[in-house]
Nanobody
Framework: QVQLVESGGGSVQAGGSLRLSCAGS????????MGWFRQAPGKEREGVAA????????YYADSVKGRFTISQDNAKNTVYLQMNSLKPEDTAMYYC?????????????????WGQGTQVTVSS
């Protein structure tokens, strides 16, 4: 049974930083895709960043390029999302997700396993 547990959300002023963590367990494959998604009230869920755990290839939504960085610690089965230069429009519930490696990790609709989410609130 795959389990994903997010942590690190909170409230921050615009321009600030937060780091989210996602600890995974129960995988049956040695490499795959790990992604971060977000959903703001009244909006659809969107893919923010993803990483292929096999070689560390990363993918980002245009809205966060240059501000967010996804990384992994394979020894800890943990994926991180470093968020810098936060904006009020980054306010959302952030979810960690996982799936097998194919297709490319930025095919956002293919994610299968989900965490419970962690809230990020950015005030102006």
């Amino acid at each position: 049974q795959v389990q994903l547990v997010e942590s690190g959300g909170g409230s921050v002023q615009a321009g600030g930083s937060l780091r989210l963590s996602c600890a995974g367990s129960g995988y049956t494959y040695s490499s795959g895709c790990m992604g971060w998604f977000r959903q703001a009230p009244g909006k659809e869920r969107e893919g923010v960043a993803a990483i292929y755990t096999g070689d560390g290839s990363t993918y980002y939504a245009d809205s966060v390029k240059g501000r967010f960085t996804i990384s992994q610690d394979n020894a800890k089965n943990t994926v991180y999302l470093q968020m810098n230069s936060l904006k009020p429009e980054d306010t959302a519930m952030y979810y960690c997700a996982a799936r097998q490696a194919y297709p490319s990790c930025n095919y956002w609709q293919w994610y299968k396993y989900w965490g419970q989410g962690t809230q990020v609130t950015v005030s102006s």
